[in-house]
T-cell receptor
Framework: DAGVIQSPRHEVTEMGQEVTLRCKPISGHNSLFWYRQTMMRGLELLIYFNNNVPIDDSGMPEDRFSAKMPNASFSTLKIQPSEPRDSAVYFC?????????????FGPGTRLTVL | QKEVEQNSGPLSVPEGAIASLNCTYSDRGSQSFFWYRQYSGKSPELIMSIYSNGDKEDGRFTAQLNKASQYVSLLIRDSQPSDSATYLCAATLSGNTPLVFGKGTRLSVIA
């Protein structure tokens, strides 16, 4: 079975450029999560979707960040314009929410470096 | 605000010993608890979940939950060098709220 798929795996860009990260959740899952991980702050939830609808984007650091989920099998996280402090590993995770069960499965992550 | 606290470590244990990883949470309403393992440069992977007070065993791993003390632990018996990783504790209030992760404890098993 295919797990969560993310692309690209690595991205190096220059400050001011637009960056788009992509995620394909596990088929049949109804929730999708975008996280950012750094050494200093650990794993931070940026935004999550239930049934393709954004539920909570309070973790999105600022207006430069936006996320979409046009259908159940695809989501994007966009940073425009990018800044060096955005350098981090970005994970996408998905889950099938049933009752209190919410086991999240993580993708391999995108390592973003903004120069 | 819900918080999950872990000692960052590193926690060093000799091969074959029991590794004990601890986690506390601030929200008394938290109902579901998870332990994830993350190898360096890799993504977190689920190793245990626990919902009720007491112990839950799975192979060499035992998760322990004490809701009165708001405390979750993970025991790894017969620790192996391959267990060396960062262990993330996570909690959720209910199925409708996302997980809150601790910052993780780095475990080093010395051969």
């Amino acid at each position: 079975d295919a797990g969560v798929i993310q692309s690209p795996r690595h991205e190096v860009t220059e400050m001011g450029q637009e960056v788009t990260l992509r995620c394909k959740p596990i088929s049949g899952h109804n929730s999708l999560f975008w996280y950012r991980q750094t050494m200093m702050r650990g794993l931070e939830l940026l935004i999550y979707f239930n049934n393709n609808v954004p539920i909570d984007d309070s973790g999105m650091p600022e207006d430069r960040f936006s996320a979409k989920m046009p259908n159940a099998s695809f989501s994007t996280l966009k940073i425009q314009p990018s800044e060096p402090r955005d350098s981090a590993v970005y994970f996408c995770a998905s889950s099938l929410r049933q009752g209190r069960t919410d086991t999240q499965y993580f993708g391999p992550g995108t390592r973003l470096t903004v120069l | 605000q819900k918080e999950v606290e872990q000692n960052s470590g590193p926690l060093s244990v000799p091969e074959g010993a029991i590794a004990s990883l601890n986690c506390t949470y601030s929200d008394r309403g938290s109902q579901s608890f998870f332990w994830y393992r993350q190898y360096s440069g890799k993504s977190p992977e689920l190793i245990m979940s626990i919902y009720s007070n007491g112990d839950k065993e799975d192979g060499r791993f035992t998760a322990q939950l004490n809701k009165a003390s708001q405390y979750v632990s993970l025991l790894i018996r017969d620790s192996q060098p391959s267990d060396s990783a960062t262990y993330l504790c996570a909690a959720t209030l209910s199925g409708n709220t996302p997980l809150v992760f601790g910052k993780g404890t780095r475990l080093s098993v010395i051969a």
